[in-house]
């Protein structure tokens, strides 16, 4: 996965969480955009009414701080490690480890290209 853009212009939609029920008629949505290994997008939908990131990509590991206003008002921000993994069909997946600032409760959710 050596592309510096590999991720520019992917869409993905959120599988799973450990951190919420996942909406199955409103799975929250991420638009991703890179360039020479940085990373930044927007995301929305679920418990989410907006959410950006920013950060880094060298490989198939992403690592990138977020941060997003909540449907039931107040935000939430923290830091995440992703790996990426190819599916049989040529879309990819992402296995995020992530925590929220001030909690340390290790959470993971996976997310498949749409």
């Known amino acids: 996965m050596s592309d510096r853009n590999l ?10 969480s450990t ?3 996942v909406s199955a008629d409103d799975p929250t949505q991420f638009v991703y955009e890179e360039e020479d290994g ?3 997008g927007s995301y929305t939908g679920d418990t989410v009414t907006q959410g950006r990131f920013v950060g880094t990509r060298d490989e198939d590991r ?5 941060v997003h206003a909540l ?3 107040g935000r939430a921000a923290g830091r995440s490690t992703s790996r990426i993994e190819p599916l049989p069909d040529g879309r990819l997946r992402l296995v995020e480890d992530f925590q929220f600032d001030g909690d340390d409760t290790p959470q993971i959710s996976v997310c498949e290209e749409s």
């Open 62 to 66: 992403i690592e990138l701080m977020y």
């Open 71 to 73: 449907k039931a008002g």
């Open 19 to 21: 951190a919420s029920e």
């Open 38 to 40: 940085v990373i930044w």
């Open 7 to 16: 991720l520019n212009g992917r869409r993905f939609v959120m599988i799973s």
